[in-house]
């Protein structure tokens, strides 16, 4: 090697005064998202040499993805995103070890999140964003989610029972205000027309284990029947194909510019929260370099920041945890409620709301808070948390424990045995 090369290509990073490559190589970010702003961010971790990035996202390259996603070209499109963005990053920096899943996020194991250091969202809906912030709070995994629309775009940094969370007295946009009652719906009766229209969405993706492609006319095809399906049994009018679209399928404008300022931020902040949170692995040098750097307040994680492109501006606020908060509240306050509910290993998901239903009396339910469920999920495969479930009444907002007791064994996998030759 030339002697007048640096010894490290990351050298210029690794003259900063809190630095510590060994930190950021010994870490695992998931990335749920890799779109606009989720590429990005891949893009930034991989160049500074992280270690272990966990890619997530169900979605195919489209045409319209490729003026902002700089991972992805032409001969790409109908390929799996993860999977592409993969290859591309591995091309980037080869030390860099990159996993992918084009899987829905909720179908994600468990054993994936715990082997992550910080959890980054860069998904555009609403619920799969509160899905990431119950799990990660749950797990008690930094979170730092974003999201961008048009010219505006923000970040917020989640620490459970730290920081506000998503779900903190933190109103949800208005448009999507009537979303947010989709995982009661989807394990109940739909109390309102447009829960059929969810329902529908949902159905699809168990179907066919795809999101619906909005430029498919089969597919929207498919999913008015199904929604309309959903209506006629509970005496709604039935949806055309217009309204169903923007009801489920909406497609929020992006703006190139605003993922690539937001991914900045997202990225810069994982990277702080990871020498925030391995502050004791740090040299004693750069350790205290940051100690005096957070106790003279020049070292902060915004919990909230927000950048409108219009005005060039960037504001931050300090979010106050909610108290109440039926995802973040301390555990302890709700260990009261514990309720024990006997079922079968492989009962539906159906069975035990109604099992809870009758024992408490409560009318809507949800699982972890705002997470989505499928009406026939199999217990089993959706309590990874030992054997307990956190139920909330929408109603009320009251949040319960539930252990749950199988009534059958899990069946261990018979061990394949050699044929002697
Ligand atoms: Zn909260």
Known sequence: MNQDLPSSKYDRQERLLIWDQKIIENSTILIAGVGGTGSEVCKNLTLMGIGHLILVDVDTIEFSNLNRQLLFQEEDIGKKKAEIAKGRLCDLNPSV?????????????????????????????????????????????????????????????????????????????????????????????????????????????????????????????????????????????????????????????????????????????????????????????????????????????????????????????????????????????????????????KASFKVLIDKFRMKNGKEYVAFRGNTLLPEEGIIEKLISDKDRVTLSSLHDKEEIRIKIIFTTKKRKRKKKRRKRT
């Not at 940094?157 to 007295?169: F, I, M, P, Q």
């Not at 900045?264 to 750097?293: M, V």
């Not at 945890?321 to 290993?345: A, G, Q, T």
């Open 97 to 345: 070890k990159v996993e992918d899943y084009s899987i829905l996020l909720q179908n994600l194991p468990q054993s994936v999140f715990e082997k992550v250091d910080i959890i980054a969202g860069c998904v555009d809906n609403y619920l799969a964003r509160q899905y990431l912030n119950s799990i990660a709070i749950e797990m008690n995994k930094p979170f730092v989610d974003s999201a961008t629309e048009g010219f505006l775009g923000q970040i917020q940094y989640v620490k459970a029972r730290e920081t506000a969370c998503l779900a903190c007295d933190n109103p949800p946009p208005p448009d999507e205000t009537r979303n947010l009652s989709a995982p009661c719906t989807l394990v109940g009766k739909p109390r309102i027309r447009e829960h059929c229209a969810w329902k529908a969405l949902y159905d699809f993706n168990e179907l066919l284990n795809r999101e619906p492609n909005d430029s498919s006319s089969s597919d929207i095809l498919k999913l008015t029947k199904i929604a309309n399906q959903h209506a006629k049994k509970n005496n709604f009018a039935v949806f055309d194909k217009k309204e169903l679209l923007q009801l489920v399928l909406f497609h929020v404008p992006s703006l190139i510019t605003v993922n690539a300022v937001i991914s900045g931020f997202q990225s810069q902040e994982i990277i702080k929260g990871l020498f925030l949170e391995q502050k004791l692995a740090l040299p004693e040098k750069e350790r205290n370099t940051l100690e005096n750097l957070i106790s003279s307040q020049r070292f902060s994680i915004p919990s909230y920041l927000i950048y409108s492109a219009l005005s060039g501006t960037i504001t931050t606020f300090d979010l106050t945890p909610d108290l109440d908060c039926m995802v973040c509240k301390k555990p302890d306050s709700s260990l009261k409620h514990l309720l024990e509910v006997n079922i079968d290993r």
